[in-house]
Structure formats: C-alpha cells, structure tokens
C-alpha cells in the first residue's frame, strides 16, 4: 500500500468522523468547533497509533517471535478494545492538571480554541516524530499542547511549574529505570542459562519460573492501570471483590500472585516437554521465550489503549463538554461517540503508519532475539508497577525504549570482557598481513605465479584484519539512533506548546 493510498485512508476517517461530529451538534452555537475538534481528536488518535503502540510490540516484531502483520493485527485488536472497555467514562479536561482552568475567566470559548489547539500541535508534533523515526511520548505531547494553548490563552501565571518539573524529571527516571530492570533480566537469563554448560537443564528450572514471574508483573499492570476505569463497575458486578474506589496495589499483586502460581503449573510441564526435543544451543532456548511474548504484546496493547486513549480524547471531550455546558469543568464526560473516535483512530494509525516506528524500535536500535524482547517487555510493565506505587513521573515510552538500550549496553559491557582476546587476535593477523606484504614485494616478477598466489592471500589477509579491528569499533547500541531518540524527547514539550500557541492564536483569530 502506497502513501498516498495511506493518506487518503487516514483522511476519510477524519472526514467520516467530522460528519458524525456535526450530524450530533446541529446547529449549536459554535458547533463548527466540536467538528474541527473531532476532526484533530482523529488524527491526534491515529498518530498515537503510528508511533506510541510501537513501544509494545515493537520488541517482538524485532526479536522474530512475531510477523509484522501479526503485531499489527494483535495491537489494533487490543489497542481498542482497552480504549473501548477501560478507557474510562470520565476523564480531567486538563492533562495532568497542568494548568489553572479558572485562569481562562470563565470563557469557555477561549477554553475551547486552547483544546483545540493542543490536540492539533501534539498531532502535528507525533507526525513529525514518526517521519523522522523517533518514538516520543504522546503524554508529553499532549502536555505540551494543553501548556502552549494554555499560555496564550492566560499567560505564564496560568501554569503549574511543580507539575512541569516533574514532567521533566521523568526525561531521565523513566529510560533508566527502564533500562536498568532490562538489563537486570537479560543479565539472569544469559549468566542463569545461556552460559551454563547444561543449558536445557537450566532452562527447565529457571523458564517456568520466569513465565510466572511475567505474569505477575503483566496482571499486575493490567490491574493498576488497565481497570482502573472499570473498576467501580467490576466491584458492583462481583460483589466478592474489595468495595474500593480504583483497584490497590495490594489488589493488584494478589492477582498477580494468584496468576503467577496458576500459570507456573501450567507452563511447567509444557517447557520441560518442549525442551526434551531441543539443542543444548542458545537458539533453541530462545524459542522457549515465543510464546510469553505474544501475551506480552497483548497485555501491553490492552494496558496502553486504556490510558492513552486519553491523550486523543481528553481534549475532545473538554471541548465537547464546554461546548455542550458553556462552562468549563476540571472533569468531563466521555460520549461513547468520542471514546470510538479514540480506540478506532489509535488502530487505524497503528495499521497505516505503525510498520516504520515498529521496525525502529525492534531492530535499528540495537538486535533484539526473543529473550532481549522478553527482559525489556517485562521491563516495561515492572517499572510502571515501581514508579506508580512511588510517586515517580515515568512515560510508558520512554521506559520501553530505555529497556531497548539497557539491552544493547549490557551486550556491550558482556562483550567487552572478550576485547582484550580480540584485541591479541587482531595483534598476530595484522603480523600475519605485514609479512605477507614484505613477502609480496621481494617476490621477483619473473615467479608470476607465486606472486598471484600471494597478492590473493595479502588481499584476503587484509580483509580478515579489516573485519577484526571493525568488530573491536562495533557498539551494539546505535549511537546516532540514541542521540536523535533522546533529543526528541527533549524538545517535544516545547515543540508542542510553540506549535499550540500559534495554532491558537490562528483559531482565535478566525472566530473573532
């Protein structure tokens, strides 16, 4: 499918959305601005898709335990059915409460240009970021967005300095923590199993438990932040269950522990058949990792659809609830119209666009095999449950691809113990080709023969010291993927909010 084809696709979604938009408005007041809303809450929902829903699937495409169609298919299906099922029926009108609504004086109409504008300017940012093949947050896109808009709206005063601090602060907390649980993980399983002799016989005691482990973690998750949203109405239905407000961490990690235990006994018997047909190799071990990652992929999928739906349908609900009321309010109500806007846009950008972030964070970033997916999607899902239980601002993004290079740096530190026996290696070819060389040019022109023979073995000599002292210069992280990565995490809150504030400014002047 051509871009072209693509784009004509993603824009007749806007255009179907739009006509639903105004179809329900009528002729409101000011109802041209719920339709422009809709229509940048659709494309906001599909550039979420074509860059934020790589961080979870991502890693399993790279590592070969799943096709490309096969993650595409996995997280459309479960991107939206989070989104659907629990994403929630309310959501804040102001991402992370970083500005002072009342600091709008009470015009909902200058509360609508600023919504407005956030959702176009953090679209516009994500585009930009998947052209360039940079997965950034789409929180801190939308939060740029909201403080752009907020700030030619009211001014610097309307602000809240502490929360964009710790917005901040997540820059660096959430990619090394993510990278540092990774690391961990792939540490145990390459000094646990891959380089014990009985390789077979350390994978049967230590996979299962693994299994389980990732199944704590991922129930856990997906408690926490996957049911939240649904869990008043889980509680009423099984009336068994704790009568609190949101699922509890001590909630959460009995699921977890009751998942992890059943699936123990599952998966147990099932890796101790599967390993009695194997290698004693690395490779075989590796496919024991497949099939934990396909529910890595789904759980991730389901976990992100709930939250970040948000991200594309906060703002449209904002609008659509000032609009509605004339009156701004720090909590709105989300029209299943809406919430469809967001699940199914999310979905529609992962199938169009989502194979070029896809394929950056699974493969250019650094080589990923199943049990390198495997430790950075547990990664991913642990440090979630760690920061939220402390309080720490992480972004699910930059905790993923912070887990990508823990894995590519803990494979270069693993390998620079070896350097010193490729740096003696590289020692006696290069003696090897000088000889040669000297060799070559004391041979007379009249033995043609010998001299062929040793031009072909200096060329081929010169070759093997070439490829030796490449390996000694090789990083299994790529540098230049890590610095434009992390400059883009840099810049995306000021990006989005310049690009809000002009757009702002453009709306406001079209309507006065």
């Not at 959702?119 to 896109?141: D, I, Y």
């Not at 018997?269 to 024991?288: E, F, Q, T, W, Y």
């Not at 529910?295 to 991730?300: C, D, K, R």
């Amino acid at each position: 499918m051509n871009n072209t084809f693509k784009m004509i696709i993603g824009a007749g979604f806007a255009v179907a959305v739009a006509f639903y938009a105004n179809s329900i408005i009528g002729q409101a007041t000011h109802g041209g601005f719920l339709v422009l809303a809709a229509v940048f809450g659709a494309y906001m929902a599909m550039n979420i898709g074509a860059n934020d829903v790589a961080n979870n699937v991502g890693p399993a495409y790279g590592s070969g335990a799943i096709t490309m169609t096969g993650v595409i298919v996995i997280a459309a299906i479960f991107e939206a059915m989070g989104a659907l099922v629990a994403g929630g029926d309310v959501v804040g009108t102001i991402k992370k409460g970083i500005i002072d609504p009342a600091a709008f004086g009470g015009d909902p109409m200058l509360f609508v240009y600023a919504m407005s504008a956030a959702l176009l300017a953090a679209a516009l940012w994500l585009n930009l970021a998947t052209w360039l093949k940079a997965p950034v947050s789409t929180t801190h896109s939308i939060v740029g967005g909201v403080l752009g808009g907020g700030i030619a709206a009211g001014g610097f005063a309307i602000v809240s300095w502490g929360t964009m601090g710790k917005i901040a602060a997540s820059w660096v907390i959430s990619p090394v923590l993510g990278g540092v649980i990774a690391a961990i993980f792939l540490y145990i399983i390459k000094s646990q199993i891959v380089y014990k002799e009985d390789k077979l016989g350390a994978a049967k005691k230590l996979v299962p438990i693994l299994i389980a482990v990732m199944a704590a973690a991922f129930i856990t998750y997906l408690t926490l932040k996957g049911l939240k949203h649904v869990w008043h109405d889980l509680t009423t239905m099984l009336t068994f269950l704790p009568q609190t407000k949101k699922p509890t961490i001590g909630i959460a990690l009995a699921f977890g522990i009751v998942g992890a235990i059943v699936t123990y006994f599952i998966i147990k018997p099932k890796i101790v058949a599967k390993i009695s047909g194997m290698d004693n190799a690395r490779a075989d071990i590796n496919i024991l990792f497949g099939i934990p990652l396909v529910f890595a992929a789904i759980f991730l999928s389901f976990a992100h659809g709930a939250n970040d739906v948000a991200n594309a349908v906060g703002p449209l609900a904002a609008v659509n609830d000032a609009l509605v009321n004339l009156s701004i309010s720090k909590k709105a109500a989300i029209p299943l119209w809406v919430m469809v806007v967001g699940g199914l846009g999310i979905s529609v950008g992962l199938a169009l666009f989502g194979p070029r972030l896809i394929k950056t964070v699974g493969s250019e970033i650094t080589e990923l095999d199943p049990m390198r997916a495997f430790s950075i999607m547990m990664a991913a899902a642990i440090t979630v449950i760690i920061a939220s239980q402390l309080g720490l601002p992480v972004s699910s993004t930059h905790i993923a691809v912070g887990a990508v290079f823990g894995v590519g740096f803990l494979r270069e530190w693993l390998d620079s113990k070896k350097m010193d026996e490729k740096q003696e290696k590289l020692q006696v070819e290069s003696d090897k080709q000088r000889a040669l060389k000297v060799e070559l040019e004391a041979c007379s022109n009249e033995d043609a023969t010998k001299k062929l023979e040793l031009i072909e073995a200096h060329k081929a000599q010169k070759k093997r010291v070439k490829s030796l002292k490449r390996s000694l210069r090789e990083n299994y992280v790529k540098r230049g993927m890590v610095k434009k990565i992390v400059a883009a995490w840099v810049i995306t809150v000021p990006a989005a909010a310049i690009l809000s504030a002009i757009i702002f400014y453009v709306i406001k002047g079209f309507a006065v």
